[in-house]
């Protein structure tokens, strides 16, 4: 598209090719010295890390619209918060979807069944992340991507790459750029969200329990949380069981306490059950309703997961729709300016316009399910074959329309596991992630933060970019 924007780069490049060989090579190590790993997909072993895919340069951000993302997060916080404790519109909003995608289909019965048994834990804790693309060929405005409710990730190791970039700086001689990179304390902020639920919990002997895949690549991240949390109270134990070994090895005790081999679990937080393939069995379903059903304070709880589903947020962009959670006109006004178009594909005239659009004009669109963890939508020419294949079924209500976001264009290096050194120049486009925290149940929020920020960088020519994923690179933004 000839419209799209570019955005400058921090620092004049190309840079000159022996002194970016070394300064790539000095960069590896220091990613792998401190963190900024991940295990390799294909020769995993619990012996070693590689280093994560990393932007050599920080990426250049508009300064006004880092810091709106940054105001709006605790008025996001309050709506997902409220949204998640709205039965009927969760109820209403997802009587469709749930018919036809058999995993959100589960998640909300469980939902169901403990909503009917009588909730033994009030509080939820949110750790979540607001995503945005900057709106290139509109106004340039940031524009939401999706929020987060589950498993959140990147706040981990996002603050080792902030330093990082400040490190790679540093290594130019740009100490003048030093003060273009804003602070990041993600990691403190998350775990001292998790601290917080395990006090208001109130018993020192319980554990934080980590549910975690059968295999983890994303290790760093996690284990930087878990050494965050018992830095910050060496007291707090810690504990990672898959949903199988939770199925083997809990129970609960007469009041629903959660006990885990006897250990008491006070705060449960997931870094899995979010795909299908994460809970493949009854066995595993059981966990899950186990520790629903539990007194331990979720992350996130039934309820919350489901709130932060594609359906949603497509629910939340109809008129009118913001009104029903927030009533201060200035919030109301800052959360709709980062929505962008968002199409129902129910069985009804607007479901039935949003086909259309669709299909006459598909490059302007996303078509997503109701999945997580990247690479599950559909872009381009696929939607149109995607929508015919489907439009007579019940299988389009579990897929949303999304208006494709088409962001900047900016120029750097992308550093990878195993690619050639010096690395070529790409074309690249950037997500900002802003993390929040939040306590609270269905009268009050006792707690509401923004807690820090994350940017991940793709080739522009790719669809998706997701790090964990293998297509996205770890960034910071460089505010302009
Ligand atoms: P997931 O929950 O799987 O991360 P996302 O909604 O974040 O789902 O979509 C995955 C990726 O697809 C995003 O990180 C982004 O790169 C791309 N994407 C999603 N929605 C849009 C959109 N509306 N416009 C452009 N790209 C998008
Ligand atoms: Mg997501
Ligand atoms: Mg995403």
Redesign the pocket.
Known sequence: MSNIKRLPSCLPIPLEEKELTELVSKAKDWALMHGIGMRSKTSFSEDSINFAPFVLLPSTFPRKQFEKAIEIQTILNELMHRVAHNRQFLRETLKDTIQVDEFTGNLFKIWETVMEEGVAQKLSLGLLRS?Y?LHSTGSNNIKQ??F?TISVSLSGVGNGVSLHNRYVLEELNHHDKLQNLPENNALTGMSQGLLEAWKIYGNTEAAVLFVVEDVTYNICDQRFHEFELRRLNPNVKVLRKTLTEIHNESALSSENELLVNGVMVSVVYFRSAYTPDQIPTKKEWDARLLIERSQAIKCPSIQYHLAGTKKVQQALAKPGAIELFLNEAKKIAAVRAVF?GLYGLDFDEAGDQAIQMALDDPERF?L?PQ????G??IYGKDIRDAILAMKDTKERTAWIL????RPPISTGYIVRPGNPNPPPLVEMVS?LGIFGVVIGDSQNIMINRQVGHMLRTKNATA????VAAGLGALDSPYLI
Do not use: A, S
């Open positions: 995503d693309m991507v999706e987060n962008t996303v997503k999945r997580e963890g990247g599950n939508n999304m208006e494709r976001i997500e669809d998706e970019g997701g």
